[in-house]
């Protein structure tokens, strides 16, 4: 198996990798080993301190999922993502949609309340299946 991780390119590095972070459970990448802060390892490699915040890490505290970076980039997004993030907040499709369903909506109405927004529902078999969601800089993600 290859390691691998996944980075998105945004204006706003700290901000987006917060709603990331409550929409995955995910948390802060802790600093290299031998640095007590990400500021002492930027310090160390001297990259100038206006440029500390171009960047946002997270992990998945479980050590599981892949890693995510976020980096600050002078232009903003113009068409739909090629490839983009499924939230599973629902279980599963194998989950009973009695069971399923519920949690989709109360993860949307967290990521609505954390700046997100519904693009649209989509569904199956005439009940609500997922919705296609923009977080707060536009990239496109469901959740399932």
Known sequence: MTMWGLTVDCAHPTELAAFWALALGYVERPP?????????????????????????????????????????????????????????????????????????LKMVERLTAAGATVIQEYSLDGRGDHLLMADPEGNEFCVV
Do not use: C, M
């Open 32 to 104: 290299p080993p031998g640095f007590a802060s990400w500021e002492k390892w930027l310090a160390h490699h001297d990259v100038p301190e206006d440029e500390w915040d171009d960047g946002a890490y997270l992990h998945d505290p479980a050590g599981v999922g892949p890693t995510l970076s976020f980096l600050r980039v002078p232009e903003a997004k113009v068409a739909k993502n090629r490839i983009h993030v499924d939230v599973k907040a629902g279980g599963g499709r194998e989950t009973p949609w009695e069971q399923r369903w519920p949690r989709v």
